[in-house]
């Protein structure tokens, strides 16, 4: 097991330092620069000559990636020159909105998304299905901004139950909190939702029609016992797959719901700094979503020992 | 749980949600939302960004009035010498930082140095170069000196704002200024906090805070102003606020902005060397059809880029006009072979309106036999492809500093400044008619060297100025008094929300 888990960090590694390159040179490639945007609308060539040579920004472009690699390693991110902070206390700053919208979301996606599609496998061919499939043929056809859009429409303008955008501290009053979470939460589990349903469907379809399910009948197995102990186990993989590669997705920060409700996670920053051309934000967001998307996949991995013994001894055992 | 509390429970959490939400709304915090990101609290960077936040925080030596005439802010009176070389400003006494610390003239000092220090960026840096000594003889007295006279003193004056000079170049997180408002909290892309400054030399704001909410989707914004969350989102569009004028829960209004559109010829492109392929350019930019789409039947349109009350307006000059036949003779009498090729860049992402003005260009263009494309890049590719590399052809661009003394708009921005201009242009006559409008502050000296440069610019036609920008913005109805600056920053020292 450990063997296993420091390989998958070891690829982790040689990831961040191929990505860190490859987004250096397209930062590098793409026109402009910080001193683009610090310089103003009217800047004199000395000024962006100045500034160029203030942030290091004039030496070759091998020499530049190396001072930051080498401060990375020794776990400084550096300093945005737009923002004027420490790039690690600005991912900090964002980490708890993005983790609490992230968590709400994958929540509300697995109890719903399950529960739709344990009833469209139950009633399937029936109008219940069929109903369900085309609800989430729509919803995945339609981007989730607008339903966010929507949503702040019918909730806090028509109806005015729920704030429209922003973000209030659970030490503020975990009502008012809920109240900023939820829509958010929602908008953003609503693809998930109807993906998961489609996959539980068809896993669990696809689980009823094998062989051990009627031998399993046969010998007088109870139904719930027969979808708890054997089906769902089995059906579970595959979601928790999907799950997990939405969570990992969701930690990467939700750009354009977090731009729709206003949320201060870490999406809108990083993309806030491509735009600015800000490289040594970029690279730590970068940095950031990279660990969490590989941490999230091999606890996902991880995890399938719970469901599968095969697996479960495979990890334990030689990997 | 039985039916009925099931029944029950939708509403209830709704109710118990207003409740909650409540309790955020019903204060005396104004709160502003606005697209663009306030990175930090940068008092000479200038960018849209930093508007809401620059004359609340921070205070200046002197302050246009709707007149355009200086009032006194940190300098309670002001003088010059006979010969306009020398201007003697005494400062304001009892005025304290937020920190605490007493203002006095070294702060001045601090500031100006601040400012031009090329590694700090400030926008007003070439313009405050034209004070070549400051001194500060007291605490209460400050002296400046200047090669030439400098009339657009008090131009330069809008934009200086005063640093406390003992933590003056770390703006990242809190500002210490002498403004109304003093930064309670500043998150990056999100909330910067603005809480009322009880000891203000001015008398304490009515507000008890103003908020500047990041709201990057306009749309999201202005439903969030529709639902209250918001009290005054500005910088928009006239579609976006004629719904709301129809509204009396809202107030719709409109301000100065200080910008105004234009259109860059860069005369480095052969095509464009050509005055009858410039010409022709001009006659076809559709400029009344432009400011009706942006902002409605009352605005109005440039050929010279001044306001008709500048003292570098003339009217014989503001001849511009729309017409496609003469565009066409024009173009047929330049003797390139048709059709031309040109490019055009714009970006969307810093105003729709360029991108706007570039797609009429392009159809109007197209029958008389120019092929425009649009570029369409991101602000920074922008502003890389125009001002630094200036690899452009054709720009659609707008300039600040419109609408103030002419010499701080001719000698500042890089469309019209005469060295180093973005489009190439080098004329030694307009470059002595700009330093002599700009180095006397005799008025009919100065006309007449204005009158030069009118005319040079209808004649060679390097920028093509459209529109003015004026700042539509949409505000509750309890909101009121809220100032705007000459260049259109919001000014909250008065602003009031009424139960």
């Known amino acids: 097991m450990g063997r296993y888990v420091f390989s998958r960090f070891a690829q982790a590694l040689v990831v961040i330092i191929i990505v860190s390159i490859i987004v250096f040179l397209i930062m590098y490639l793409v026109p402009g620069d910080a001193v683009t945007v610090l310089a103003g609308p009217d800047p004199t060539p000395e000024l962006v000559e100045a500034l160029r040579v203030m942030l290091g920004l004039d030496q070759p472009l091998p020499v530049q990636y190396g001072k930051w690699a080498i401060a990375a390693m020794q776990g400084d991110l550096g300093t945005s020159p737009i923002i004027g902070r420490p790039v690690s206390e600005l991912i900090w700053s964002r980490l708890p909105a993005t983790l609490e919208l992230a968590v709400a979301a994958i929540l509300v996606a697995s109890v719903f998304g399950i529960l739709v599609g344990v009833v469209a496998a139950q009633r ?111 059906a579970a993989i595959p979601v928790l797959t999907v799950l997990g590669l939405r969570f990992g997705q969701m930690l990467g920060g939700a750009v354009l719901i977090e731009a729709v409700f206003n949320w201060p996670g870490l ?23 990279i660990v969490i998307y590989m941490t999230v996949n091999l606890l996902i991995d991880l995890s399938y020992g719970l469901f599968d013994p095969r697996v479960r001894s495979s990890v334990g055992g030689k990997v | ?36 990101t306030l990175p930090n609290l940068d008092p000479f960077v200038l960018a849209p960004a930093y508007e809401p936040m620059v004359n609340n925080v921070y205070d200046t030596l002197t302050r246009y009035d709707g007149n355009m005439s200086p009032e006194p802010r940190l300098a309670e009176s002001w003088e010059f010498s006979d010969d306009g070389l020398t201007l003697t400003l005494k400062l304001r006494e009892g005025v304290a930082f937020h920190s605490g610390k007493a203002f006095t003239s070294a702060d001045v000092r601090a500031s100006f140095d601040y400012v031009v220090n090329p590694d700090n960026g400030a926008l007003i840096r070439g313009f405050a170069q034209r ?36 933590s003056s170049g770390d703006f990242g997180q809190t500002a210490n200024g002498t403004g109304p408002f003093t930064v309670a909290s500043h998150e990056p892309g999100t909330l910067t906090r603005l809480d009322r400054n009880a000891g203000y030399w001015n008398g304490a704001p009515s507000l008890e805070a103003v908020e500047i909410v990041t709201a990057p989707n306009q749309q999201a914004a202005l439903l969030s102003l529709r639902s209250g969350e918001l009290d005054l989102v500005t910088e928009l569009g006239w579609v976006d606020v004629l719904p709301f004028s129809r509204d009396g829960d809202f107030v719709t209004g409109s301000a100065p902005s200080g910008v105004a559109h234009d259109l860059s010829l860069n005369l480095k492109v052969p095509a464009l060397q050509n005055p009858k392929v410039r010409e022709a350019i001009d006659l076809a930019l559709d400029r009344e059809r432009i400011a009706k789409l942006f902002f409605g039947s009352d605005a ?67 029958p008389i036999g120019i092929n425009l494309t649009i570029e369409n890049v991101d602000a920074v590719g922008y502003r890389s492809t125009y001002v630094d590399r200036r690899d452009y052809e054709i720009a659609s661009h707008a300039f600040g500093r419109a609408g103030k003394d002419p010499s701080a708009l001719l000698e500042t921005t890089v469309v019209f400044r005469p060295d180093g201009n973005i489009t190439g242009y080098e004329n030694p006559a307009y470059s002595e008619a700009v330093k002599a409008g700009g180095s006397t502050p005799v ?46 920053f919001a000014i909250f020292e008065n602003a009031e929300i009424s139960e």
């Not at chain 1, 369900?132 to 702040?152: D, E, K, R």
């Not at chain 1, 008012?176 to 109807?194: G, V």
């Open chain 2, 1 to 36: 749980m039985t039916k009925l509390s099931f029944r029950l429970l939708p509403s209830l959490t709704a109710a118990a949600f207003v409740a909650a939400a409540g309790t955020a709304l019903a204060d005396n915090v104004l709160r502003l939302g606005q697209t663009a």
């Open chain 2, 131 to 166: 004070i070549t000594a400051l001194e500060t003889p007291d605490d209460h007295a400050v002296v400046m000196t200047f090669e030439a006279p400098f009339p657009g003193v008090f131009d330069l004056f809008e934009l200086f704002y005063i640093i406390d000079g003992e």
């Open chain 2, 300 to 366: 109005k349109t440039w050929c010279l880029p001044y306001h008709p009350n500048s003292i570098a307006y003339f009217e014989e000059y503001d001849n511009c006009e729309f017409d496609l036949g003469k565009a066409k003779a024009a173009l047929e009498a330049s003797g390139e072979s048709l059709p031309i090729e040109l490019k055009i860049l714009t970006s969307t992402e810093i105003r729709t309106e360029y991108t706007t003005i570039a797609e009429i260009l392009q159809a109007d263009l197209q």
């Open chain 2, 443 to 488: 008025l009919e000296e100065r006309r007449a060297a204005y009158r030069e440069v009118a005319r040079i610019f209808r004649e060679d036609r390097f920028i093509l100025p459209i529109i003015p920008r004026v700042r539509l913005f949409v505000s509750q109805d309890e909101v009121s008094s809220v100032g705007w600056s000459a260049d259109g």
């Open chain 1, 267 to 289: 999406g809108r920053l990083t993309v806030e700094a491509i735009k600015n051309r800000d490289i040594v934000l970029v690279q730590g967001t970068l940095m950031y979503f």
């Open chain 1, 124 to 234: 399937q061919g029936t109008w219940v299905d069929a109903t369900i499939t085309a609800i989430n043929s729509f919803v995945l056809s339609v981007p989730n901004f607008w339903f966010g859009i929507l949503g702040i429409l019918c909730f806090a303008v028509w109806l005015g139950w729920l704030p429209s955008g922003g973000r209030k501290l659970w030490s503020d009053g975990p009502l008012l909190a809920l109240s900023y979470l939820i829509m958010p939460a929602i908008a953003l589990a609503l693809d998930s939702i109807a993906m998961i349903a489609r996959l539980v469907r068809a896993s669990l379809l696809d689980e009823l029609s094998r062989d051990y399910v009627t031998v399993a009948r046969a010998k007088g197995v109870g139904q719930s016992r027969l979808m708890r102990r054997h089906i769902a186990r089995n």
